[in-house]
């Protein structure tokens, strides 16, 4: 059972930073994509920045030159620094991460961590 668990959320000043943490334990399979997407109130849930299977990496456009995504295999957790934030920012963020075994493909999302920024 591979479970993902998040931390590094919370409420910060616009133009503030926030680091997020998500650790996978369990199975983890070496062809994965392992990132972040978030929800915002009333909106759908958007990806935001992932590695992607070739281990290269994806941004949304809204957060590219603030946020960047890096890992840490050796303890399979990905990590997203966030800086310049912004009141637009402000959702709950996911962490997820999609393994792949042939034509297959198993999706595993963490619980949330809400992140605020004020204006």
């Known amino acids: 059972q591979v479970q993902l668990v998040e931390s590094g959320g919370g409420l910060v000043q616009a133009g503030g930073s926030l680091r997020l943490s998500c650790a996978a334990s369990?199975?983890?399979?070496?062809?994965?994509?392992f990132g972040w997407y978030r929800q915002a109130p009333g909106k759908q849930r958007e990806l935001v920045a992932v590695?992607?299977?070739?281990?290269?990496?994806t941004y949304a456009d809204s957060v590219k030159g603030r946020f960047t995504i890096s890992r840490d295999n050796t303890k399979n957790t990905v990590y997203l620094q966030m800086s310049s934030l912004k009141p637009e920012d402000t959702a709950v963020y996911y962490c997820?991460?999609?393994?792949?075994?042939?034509?297959?493909?198993?999706?595993?999302w963490g619980q949330g961590t809400q992140v605020t920024v004020s204006s």
């Open positions: 997820n991460l999609k393994m792949f075994t042939g034509t297959l493909m198993d999706a595993y």
């Open positions: 590695f992607t299977r070739s281990g290269s990496t």
């Open positions: 369990g199975r983890i399979f070496s062809s994965n994509v």
